[in-house]
């Protein structure tokens, strides 16, 4: 079953609105979750590292105000698109391991298809 | 330079033609090499971890290998359900817990 719970599906927004998605992480803890983005028919790119109680680590040209990431519990990471613009429009995805070492696999949520019109 | 490659781009086989999908990469120090299988609007599923050459790993109809440069991805006997995008991901030394992903293989299997 589903390890990585991502919330919502689907939005669509306003642009100059904000949106916040959610990822939790359902029945482990997890200390890192990261962000990553996906273009159709592209792979993913990861935008962003999310640690527990701590700053969230950017990938270069991913702008931090523009996407805020907050991680206040050991089971979600939100990730907020601010002022979004229609190139803002994407596949948001969002992964944590599970644990078992530093090589474990990441498992992800199901994604959020952001439209900005 | 491309640090993890994937090939075909993409691949349509008949139901039950076996085939191999092949991801290679140009890391030294590879902590370990991931397959996931991703659907249309979907997020990547887990298939598969190798860590060392010689590793192999068997799903069903799904088949994965790894040697010091490349991995395999082999489809014994397909089916229609085994369509979809097959992404390997490579977790090294260099790149902390930073896994970069390939750009995947989109499988079509017709009936």
């Known amino acids: 079953g589903a390890v990585v719970s991502q919330h919502p599906s689907r939005v669509i927004c306003k642009s100059g609105t904000s949106v916040k998605i959610e990822c939790r992480s359902l029945?482990?803890?997890?200390?890192?979750m990261f962000w990553y983005r996906q273009f159709p028919k592209q792979s993913l790119m990861l935008m962003a590292t999310?640690?527990?109680?701590?700053?969230?680590?950017?990938e270069q040209g991913v702008e931090k105000d523009k996407f805020l990431i907050n991680h206040a519990s050991l089971t979600l990471s939100t990730l907020t698109v601010t002022s979004a613009h229609p190139e803002d429009s994407s596949f948001y995805i969002c992964?944590?391991?599970?644990?078992?070492?530093?090589?474990?696999?990441?498992?992800f949520g199901n994604g959020t298809r952001l439209t900005v019109t | 330079e491309d640090q993890v490659t994937q090939s075909p781009e993409a691949l349509r086989l008949q139901e039950g033609e076996s085939s191999s999908l092949n991801c290679s990469y140009t890391v030294s120090g590879l902590r370990g090499l991931f397959w996931y299988r991703q659907d249309p609007g979907k997020g990547p599923e887990f298939l598969f971890t190798l860590y060392s050459a010689g590793e192999e790993k068997e799903k069903e109809r799904l088949k994965a290998t790894l040697t010091k440069k490349e991995s395999f991805l082999h489809i014994t006997a397909p089916k229609p359900e085994d369509s979809a995008t097959y992404l390997c991901?490579?977790?090294?030394?260099?790149?902390?817990?930073?896994?970069?992903f390939g750009p995947g293989t989109r499988l079509s299997v017709l009936p």
């Open positions: 991901a490579v977790l090294w030394d260099d790149y902390g817990q930073n896994f970069v």
């Open positions: 029945d482990f803890q997890a200390t890192t």
């Open positions: 999310s640690n527990e109680g701590s700053k969230a680590t950017y």
């Open positions: 992964s944590a391991s599970r644990g078992g070492g530093r090589n474990s696999p990441l498992h």
